[in-house]
């Protein structure tokens, strides 16, 4: 979803009056733990036309018993094919799926694994498969350790994202942001606060970065900032951070963001916190836009269509309270589309061209290991 291509494609999808009807089924279910392929999927992309990619932290048929993880992709007809076997030395445990350039190049970070054994890499995978290191993390400062989000493309093919700590001792700081310029050169244009020091501009990064057309990118931290409780912010082409909102637990209805942002035609950006749904308008400030008083436990995922209408996914909610997906309209008011009885359902859903939702269990499915499931739209 957070990639160039599904913001492109959530532009397309038709208004949208109120909830939509839909129905579940299974597209597929991914294979046993023994047969050595993707297991337990996170971070599905769809491309033009209806493939889903995604990643698995475990499985394939390197680094025995658990598998050092894959890169695979299902047909609209449910079919999965594996495109990548990680190996350990090219990175392993992906965790937040990959994002697909115009070209049908993927790329991706594996948060462990690479040329210096442990603190991971990021990738890039050919349309022929054909996989090229294009960095590994050497725990040493101001390079960075431990990335693990999705990488967001700008224009010119350049990769940002997000690490967790600059080396392993957590004495530098609590992540950055870094970009590697097209093709090879990689740079830190951002570190955060001091670990446990309290940041002023926000410790730990979640999610991943979004971008808008005057090349300004939108981010949030889980923790820091003036008020302790995380932020959210931008970052200008130039490399100066503002601070657009920092929560505060003590008197914000919701705090501590655990995701990426989405951002609404007008400008405003909503983001998932510890307790619900947040909106930080463009005009300024902050607004409880959904405050989950049931405390189902969001996940941190959430995408939004052109009626401004948001889709995620909790782990407790629902009508039998093993977890749902939802919508919230734009005037805060959420629907269940569907109730899972007995899995628990993945990190956020996404949209094909004719309005159908994506998602994943992480685990459950006929082998236990995790499927995909597809929400189809209802004819109105």
Aim: hydrophobic share 30%; aromatic share 12%; charged share 10%.
């Amino acid at each position: 979803m957070k990639t160039s291509s599904l913001l492109t494609l959530l532009l397309l999808l038709p208004l949208a009056a109120g909830a939509q009807t839909y129905t579940y089924s299974t597209l597929v279910d991914l294979p046993s733990a023994s047969s050595l392929g993707p297991v337990n999927p996170n971070g599905i992309i769809i491309d033009d036309h209806g493939n889903l990619y995604a990643t698995s932290e475990g499985g394939g048929t390197n680094c025995a018993p658990n598998g050092c993880g894959t890169v695979f992709v299902v047909s609209p007809a449910g079919v999965i094919s594996v495109l990548h076997n990680f190996s350990g030395p090219d990175g392993s445990s992906p965790r937040n799926g990959v994002t697909r350039d115009a070209a049908g190049n993927l790329y991706g970070t594996t948060y462990t694994g690479g040329a210096y054994v442990y603190y991971g890499t990021l990738y890039k995978l050919a349309p022929d498969g054909t996989e090229t290191v294009l960095y590994s993390f050497p725990n040493k400062p101001p390079y960075g350790n431990y990335p693990n989000d999705l990488l967001t493309l700008d224009g010119k093919g350049n990769l940002f994202g997000y690490t967790s700590f600059t080396d392993n001792n957590f004495v530098t700081n609590d992540g950055s942001i870094f970009k590697l310029t097209h093709p090879d050169t990689f740079s830190i244009r951002y570190n955060f606060g001091e670990w446990g020091g309290g940041g002023p501009n926000g410790t730990g990064p979640v999610g991943s970065l979004i971008k808008d057309k005057a090349g300004n990118f939108y981010g949030a931290t889980c923790c820091g900032g003036s008020r302790g409780n995380g932020t959210v912010f931008k970052l200008a082409p130039s490399g100066s951070m503002t601070v657009l909102y920092s929560f505060n637990i003590f008197s914000d209805k919701i705090w501590g963001p655990m995701g990426s942002l989405v951002r609404d035609a007008s400008g405003n950006l909503y983001g998932v916190g510890f307790n619900g749904i947040y909106k930080v308008m463009a005009s300024g400030g902050v607004k409880s836009f959904y405050l989950d008083t049931a405390g189902v436990h969001l996940n941190a995922t959430i995408t939004i269509d052109s009626a401004g209408n948001l889709y995620g996914t909790n782990q407790r909610g629902g009508t039998y309270g093993f977890g749902a997906v939802f919508e919230i309209s734009p005037q805060g008011v959420e629907t269940d589309l569907y109730s899972t009885p007995d899995v628990t359902l993945g990190d956020g859903v996404i949209f094909d061209k004719a309005g159908n939702l994506y998602g994943t269990t992480w685990h459950g499915g006929a082998n236990g290991t995790g499927s995909i499931y597809k929400l189809t739209k209802s004819a109105e």
